[in-house]
């Protein structure tokens, strides 16, 4: 028998070194991944290879009875076990089936209204890493006893040094155990485990089926992608299923036109269990099975499972599966397939498990999310794929998933067991999984198993927060319930639940902080900053409402300036693109850059069809960038790819506090590759390399605050709202949706690019040719105005349009320097300066259009040179 790992190992060298029982547990695969090519693929997981239920609730099970020997029954009795996700959610549960007397929880990456996550980790090798903890009882985590931590393999174990360090910091513990079905670490990662475990003062077992390691030849990731690369490109006429033939195609795989469509089998009627769901093609009809689910317990351990859950749901199954059974051909269901569903790796287990015990021919795989090459050869692991679209409305948008050895390996019926949260449109779809499985397999059975939501009980007893809800009104928890703030990275927040921007236009890297009252009148901010009893991160500036008249006067900027705007948004997306050498992904700075960010993503896939990443991240002058986000993005992309995206420079603070930002975070964190340089739209203060120009001009987004910038606010960063791991805060202003002109800014800049297009392939070409080196200019200038007006504090200095704009939006202002004989650029500045009682000063050599001072000797009430009141807007 050909080892389903000779395919990869031939064309890359790749080797399993060990003992002789590896190659009968994995095989070996190729995937597009930015870490790590090579994919060892589990024979006894039941993720990617259809196996025998018996083979893969055995495996686990075995591997728990290994724990409960280990711990003892009373230890075992104390324990705790945590199952990662997706593909060791199952694996996680059959070992606590092993151990029998321990709760189950595992993490996810599905977050869930009204549960406080109790903590959370990276996952550094993954297709996607972010997890979740999601407890219905905080206290699960919080014990003493030990942790059993269960994953499909163990390659370098950072994984679990995350998830231990997270959660050691706050609830330390004498003891852990790792399994895993194999250990592939190499000896440099043994010995850091090992002094792990002593510097933290505890004990860490481990307990695997096999251990050995993976031999990877020099320039092997490289080589891998390029495999992937050209067998993609030869696959990419099969949208449906994917087989890249290597020995001439599998027939089974490639249903014939010309043989006509599969016969329906609608199963029987009368079945009281069994009702028709309409055909996704002519194919074939699947059959809903009303399971009777026992009420109360859970369809898997994401919110927690417990022995007393065991007991039940293990009375339960005979009758489960006897349903099952009925819904199956009644002339004998032959080969039978139970697939699951990402996550949902338990329960269609269990089920597979009772119908193989009723003494059916059954196989168990489920579906995934991570994207994996089909190779139709004997020595390869993943010979075919089925793709299909995400049908559980997934936190991190729409995106493609995956069914594996489905596909042409002659099941005669299968049975696809989703959660309720699943069952959606996507899933029934002419392309939804329902309708690829039937165009496979002549009998489709749809299993759907209750999505488990906690109940918390009666309402507390009533907050300032709770004050309107009646006492014995059952809610979720909410998150500030929670024991501990947690250390999670949660994937990016996304409009319309937070911003008005599409959600593919920005993920934001920040937390929710929209209930959170955070605003405080100009004169008192301005009075606390300046005397240093506050950071101005610390609080927000009541948002600007703008009066018709200064509308109208964006509208005219917007009308006149688009054409100009989109030329430089050209001129900046160019010069990325020509100077990075992988696929860039911007990194705009909340938010000013966002606006910028967007639009060189759209000029980039108008004009080149790139589908560039675009992210949104908090930095804050004195305090720096949001080391989290930067932690995300080094989890999730190569650092090197990274682009950071402002709108415009002032005197440049924000690029230095970037570059001494990114050199104590690769200090501390050890993660390199971030480029500190940042990308502008305008750089009239010489200070950055790459930008569109460097004239100081109105860039209308700089003339509103949120309602221009997807109604986000200002970022936040304090200590009592932003803890150690958690994102910089932000604001969601809703309410402002009426007065909200952020997609018309973008709609009408990205109306030029085509009239635009000839100028920025001449300008790119002249940029790229030029010496772009900073001369950092508007620093000079800044300085010596600082000491010409008596001020002496360059933070009180504001130059350019864009930041003037903002002195006289959020600041106290003392007086605004326009260059003599400035125009229509200045007209906005002109209209609120003239709001706000602050005298407008021509003067000649000032190397901006415009300079905002901000009042040198702030006191409660004064504002321009004559100490007027200020009335705030």
Same mark, same amino acid.
Request: net charge negative; proline share 8%; with cysteine.
């Given at each position: ?29 190729? +995937? ?6 090579? #994919? ?17 609730? @055995? ?79 905080? !206290? ?28 050691? $910091? ?52 490289? !080589? ?18 994917? *087989? ?32 028709? *769901? ?76 009772? #119908?193989? $015990? ?20 004997? @020595? ?126 920005? @993920? ?39 009066? &018709? ?30 100077? !990075? ?16 960010? *967007?639009?060189? +993503? ?48 002032? !005197? ?7 570059? &001494?930002?990114?050199?104590?975070? $690769? ?20 200070? *950055? ?185």
């Amino acid at each position: 028998m050909v080892w389903s790992g000779t395919w990869v190992a031939e064309r890359l060298g790749v080797e399993l070194i060990g003992g002789e029982e590896l190659p009968g547990l994995l095989g070996l695969a190729l +995937r597009r991944n930015p870490k790590r090519a090579h #994919l060892l693929v589990s024979n006894v997981l039941g993720k990617h290879v259809p196996q025998r239920p018996s083979v893969v609730h @055995g495996a686990g099970c075995d591997l728990g009875v290994r724990v409960r020997e280990l711990l003892g029954e009373e230890e075992a009795a104390r324990a705790v076990v945590l199952g990662y996700a997706e593909t060791a959610t199952g694996l996680g549960h059959s070992i606590a089936d092993g151990i029998g007397l321990a709760p189950y929880l595992h993490s996810t990456r599905r977050p869930v209204a009204g549960v406080a996550p109790a903590g959370g980790f990276e996952e550094s090798h993954s297709h996607a890493t972010s997890h979740l903890l999601l407890p219905e009882d905080p !206290k699960l985590l919080a014990g003493d006893g030990p942790l059993v931590l269960v994953d499909d393999e163990f390659s370098t174990g950072n994984t679990v040094l995350n998830t231990i360090r997270d959660l050691h $910091e706050r609830y330390p513990r004498d003891r852990y155990v790792i399994v895993a079905l194999v250990d592939m670490r190499t000896p440099a990662d043994r010995d850091r485990l090992t002094a792990f475990a002593a510097e933290i003062g505890a004990r860490v077992d481990l307990l695997t089926l096999a251990a050995g390691t993976v031999g990877l030849p020099e320039g092997v990731l490289e !080589k891998g992608q390029a495999l992937v690369a050209r067998y993609e490109a030869a696959a990419s006429g099969a949208p449906d299923v994917s *087989v890249t033939p290597a020995a001439g195609p599998d027939p089974a795989a490639t249903p014939d036109p010309a043989a006509g469509p599969d016969p329906a089998v609608a199963g029987d009627s009368a079945t009281p269990a069994a009702s028709a *769901v309409p055909a996704p093609h002519a194919t074939a009809v699947a059959v809903r099975v009303d399971l009777d689910w026992p009420q109360g317990v859970p369809d898997g351990g994401r919110h927690g499972f417990t022995p007393e859950h065991r007991s039940r749901l293990e009375t339960s199954l005979p009758a489960l599966a006897a349903r099952l059974a009925e819904a199956l051909p009644p002339t004998g269901p032959g080969r039978v397939l139970v697939l699951g569903f990402e996550e949902l790796m338990y329960a269609p287990l269990a089920l597979g498990l009772a #119908l193989e $015990e009723s003494g059916l021919d059954v196989s168990y795989s489920t579906t995934t999310r991570s994207p994996v090459l089909a190779v139709d050869d004997p @020595g390869y692991a993943i010979r075919t794929r089925l793709v299909f679209p995400a049908h559980d409305e997934p936190a991190d948008g729409p995106g493609e998933r995956y069914a594996y050895n489905v596909a042409g390996a002659g099941f005669d019926a299968v049975v696809a067991v989703v959660d309720s949260v699943a069952d959606t449109p996507e899933l029934h779809a002419p392309d939804g999984l329902l309708a690829r499985l039937a165009e496979h397999i002549p009998h489709v059975v749809l299993a759907v198993v209750p999505s488990y939501v906690p109940s918390y009980g009666p309402a507390p007893a009533a907050t300032p927060a709770r004050a309107s809800m009646p006492a014995s009104a059952s809610i979720p928890a909410p998150a500030t319930e929670a024991p501990e703030r947690s250390s999670m990275l949660p994937e990016p927040l996304r409009g319309p639940a937070f911003s008005s921007y599409a959600p593919e236009e920005v @993920g934001w890297l920040l937390q929710d902080l929209s209930d959170v009252e955070l605003e405080a009148p100009t004169e008192e901010r301005e009075e606390a900053i300046q005397s240093g009893g506050a950071h101005y991160a610390e609080s927000l500036p009541v948002e600007y409402q703008p009066s &018709d008249r200064y509308q109208e006067l964006f509208r005219a900027a917007l009308e006149t300036s688009a054409a100009r705007i989109a030329r430089a948004v050209g001129c900046v997306t160019e010069t990325v693109l020509a100077e !990075k050498s992988g696929t860039p992904v911007l990194v705009s700075l909340a938010r000013a850059g966002t606006p910028v960010g *967007v639009l060189m +993503r759209r000029w980039a896939q108008a004009r080149h069809g790139l589908d560039l990443p675009h992210y949104a991240v908090s930095i804050v002058r004195g305090r720096g960038i949001d080391a989290n986000a930067l932690r995300w993005l080094a989890a999730h992309h190569d650092p090197a790819d990274v682009v950071f995206v402002d709108g415009w420079t002032g !005197k440049g603070a924000i690029t230095r506090e970037l570059a &001494d930002a990114i050199e104590e975070f $690769e200090r501390a964190e050890g993660i390199t590759g971030f480029d500190p340089e940042i990308a502008v739209l305008a750089d009239p203060g010489s200070c *950055v390399r790459t930008y569109g120009t460097r004239e100081d001009f109105l860039i209308p987004s700089a003339c509103l605050n949120s309602t221009v910038s997807g109604l986000i606010s200002r970022t936040v960063l304090r200590a009592d709202l932003v803890g150690p791991d958690d994102f910089h805060g932000g604001k969601f202003y809703r309410e402002l949706a009426g007065a909200d002109v952020s997609n018309d800014f973008l709609d009408a800049v990205s109306a030029c690019f085509d009239e635009v297009a000839d100028a920025v392939d001449t300008d790119v070409k002249e940029l790229l040719a030029a010496d772009r080196t900073p001369t950092w200019e508007g620093w000079a200038a800044v300085e010596r105005i600082s000491e010409e007006y008596g001020i002496h504090d360059v933070n009180l200095v504001k130059p350019g349009v864009g930041e003037t704009t903002r002195v006289l939006l959020r600041r106290v202002p003392w007086k605004i320097l326009a260059q003599r004989g400035a125009g229509a650029d200045l007209a906005h500045v002109r209209l609120l300066a003239e709001q706000r009682g602050v005298p407008v000063e021509e003067v000649d050599g000032l190397p901006y259009t415009c300079v905002g001072l901000i009042h040198p000797q702030y006191t409660r009430g004064a504002t321009g040179a004559d100490g007027k009141a200020v009335v705030s807007q």
